[in-house]
Nanobody, 124 residues
Framework: QVHLVESGGGLVQAGDSLRLSCAGS????????LAWFRQAPGKEREFVAA????????TYSNSVKGRFTVSRDNAKNTVYLQMNSLQPADTAVYYC?????????????????WGQGTQVTVSA
């Protein structure tokens, strides 16, 4: 088992930046893919970004490409999501997820472990 805890969400204005953190504990993240998903009210949970724990490979959805950056600090067992140029459409609960695979799957059903989520609200 791996336990994931997100933090860093909050209320910001359009154009602002925010950095989310996801701290892992328990099972090692070696050989894992760490991903960020988000879910807005009434919408399906959607893929945002992913990064391999052991490589520099990153994947982004088209909606956030160029604005968001996923990174990690292996020594701290932590994954980050730097969000710039935030817009109201980015408002959602953001979740950290893990799957033990090399493929950066955009399918939420391919991920085995999830954090509790952190709310990001962007006002116009």
């Amino acid at each position: 088992q791996v336990h994931l805890v997100e933090s860093g969400g909050g209320l910001v204005q359009a154009g602002d930046s925010l950095r989310l953190s996801c701290a892992g504990s328990g099972r090692t993240l070696t050989n894992a893919v760490l991903a960020w998903f988000r879910q807005a009210p009434g919408k399906e949970r959607e893929f945002v970004a992913a990064i391999s724990w052991d490589f520099d490979s990153q994947t982004y959805s088209n909606s956030v490409k160029g604005r968001f950056t996923v990174s990690r600090d292996n020594a701290k067992n932590t994954v980050y999501l730097q969000m710039n140029s935030l817009q109201p459409a980015d408002t959602a609960v953001y979740y950290c997820a893990v799957r033990y695979s090399n493929y950066h799957s955009p399918n939420k059903n391919d991920y085995n472990y999830w954090g509790q989520g952190t709310q990001v609200t962007v006002s116009a």
